[in-house]
């Protein structure tokens, strides 16, 4: 299996910026799309990004396009969210997920980590 880990969360000021990273561990990383989704309290999960196996091809929820940018670094099997002139709505825990096909349904994700708080204060 694949093992995700997040980090970077924390408390920024709105307009701010924060990154967002997840380490992989298991099964070949290269192998796999990989999304960031988020969830805040009482909210739905939400997509938000995913990049496919080569990096080349992107996709982002419209709410976000402009201000964040998912990238990858297969040597160092990491993918990153950065997360630029942030709002108070972008408040929720971020998870990072990998998926088999390029997809924005949190169904199609296969392994997930354990979330990482992002709190944008106003």
């Known amino acids: 299996q694949v093992q995700l880990v997040e980090s970077g969360g924390g408390l920024v000021q709105a307009g701010g910026s924060l990154r967002l990273s997840c380490a992989a561990s298991?099964?070949?990383?290269?192998?796999?799309?990989m999304g960031w989704f988020r969830q805040a309290p009482g909210k739905e999960r939400e997509f938000v990004a995913v990049?496919?196996?080569?990096?080349?091809?992107?996709y982002y929820v419209d709410s976000v396009k402009g201000r964040f940018t998912i990238s990858r670094d297969d040597a160092k099997k990491t993918v990153y969210l950065q997360m630029n002139s942030l709002k108070a709505e972008d408040t929720a825990v971020y998870y990072c997920a990998a998926a088999p096909f390029y997809s924005s349904s949190p169904s199609e994700y296969n392994y997930w980590g354990q979330g990482t708080q992002v709190t944008v204060s106003s």
């Open positions: 990049i496919s196996r080569s990096g080349g091809g992107t």
């Open positions: 298991g099964r070949t990383f290269s192998s796999y799309l």
